[in-house]
């Protein structure tokens, strides 16, 4: 395996975890053409093929799989030594990764970052709001807020503070004109879409609406609450959301939604990092549970 460049291991540990070529170069922003020009120049200096092309995608060769093992083991390594770097710098300055949902990036963590950007004008933020839970190991994101404790090994965390939600619907809409009738006959409702059928709230407001209709579904809580505010129906929605449409009322159901902890989380081998500490700071001094 001489010749090999670390470039092209890292492009091939991106097409076997997603499978395609496009996947992979939309993750690495990079083209097609591109992906598939490295992986094989990879294959040529292996001297063996790494994947086999099917309809569905890319599955490794046998020796495909021998690669990917040595590759892990090449990029973990990598990675730990980049993360203690960037842990050693005593800077105000560079980049920061933040992930978060949608909705809470666009109406709680946008206004932080901006009172962040004043403060610290040479520090760089970037704002990921991903369904995906981004890998803090491989620097996917320097600091992530998720509605589940981290179980990556290596993360430091925190619970940060309590969501509350409740149930609304648009102010002199059908939905808030009238008591909310019993297990939400007639009721239109909107809530999330099938692929999250089994969070707490979409399991109460069928359990506690079981004859009301969805009109409206969608994995993006901002547009619910759009549609909500709009008047098409009644949805289940946190408060701090809630209250940046201010045309919503809170409905008064039989019992209320669940709420959820939010968890606040970093690698270790950034603790250091003195941009990282000042976020962590005001954020924690701002949404922090006592």
Known sequence: ??????????????????????G?????????????????????????????????????SEDGEQVLAHAERMEEEALAFERRLAGRSSALQGRLRVASSDWFGLHVLTPLCAQFARQHPLVQVELLTDARLLTLARREADLAFRI????????????????DYGLYAAAGSPAAAAPLPERGTGLAVITLD???????????????????????ASNNRDAQARMCSAGLGAAVLPERLAAAYPGLQ?????????????????????????????????????????
């Open 24 to 60: 992979a170069g939309r993750q690495l922003g990079l083209s097609q053409p591109t992906m598939g020009r490295r992986l094989r120049a990879l294959e040529q200096a292996v001297g063996r093929p790494l994947v086999h092309r099917g309809p569905a995608g890319f599955t490794l």
């Open 250 to 290: 809170r409905l008064q159901p039989p019992t209320e939604p669940p709420g959820r902890d939010l968890w606040m989380g970093y690698h270790e081998d950034l603790r250091p990092t003195a941009r990282l500490q000042a976020l962590v700071q005001l954020v924690v001094q701002t949404l922090g549970a006592p």
């Open 148 to 163: 589940r404790p981290f179980d990556e090994p290596g993360v430091v965390q925190r619970r940060l503070l309590r969501l």
């Open 194 to 216: 099938g692929a999250y059928r089994d969070f707490p709230d979409a399991q109460w407001l069928r359990a506690t609406l079981p004859e009301a209709h969805t009109v409206f």
């Open 1 to 22: 395996m001489n010749g090999i460049a670390w470039d092209d291991l890292r492009i091939f540990l991106a097409i076997a975890r997603v499978g395609s070529l496009g």
